[in-house]
């Protein structure tokens, strides 16, 4: 009588484990690609310089994204390049997705991530170019 309450408590044990499992995530996406859409983020084209042009000091945002102006609202795609190039100092992140970018030239944008929190992954995956921007949630 001992061994069948036992077999018994064991199948119910083993019935609730198994229905935990099949509510498991599964763990996050490998460093080398975007966490939510499983593909590789798009690298920024590189811009080009003339000799003229060249010199030791970096380019700054106003240079590699002539076409912004303070305050624009820009597609997320382009969220990603810019944040990418390494021309972001400080981002917002609000509760309705809107995403505040101001650039290293004091310009700032305006965008919406498609899925909260993508911001913080695409920071993540930028690795050195992006170690000093500071983040702000809401």
Known sequence: MKFARLLFILFIVSTILAGCQAGVKPPPAAATESPISNEPYPQPAPVETSAVESSSAPASSADVYPELKDGD???WSKVVGII?????????QTHDLKVYLTL?????????????????????????????ILVATE
């Open 73 to 75: 609202e820009v597609d």
């Open 104 to 132: 290293k030239d004091g310009r700032t944008i305006v965008s919406v991530e498609p899925v909260i929190d993508e911001l913080m992954g695409l920071i993540d995956y930028c690795g050195d170019p992006c170690k000093d």
């Open 84 to 92: 990418m190039s390494g021309q972001v100092s400080k981002v917002v």
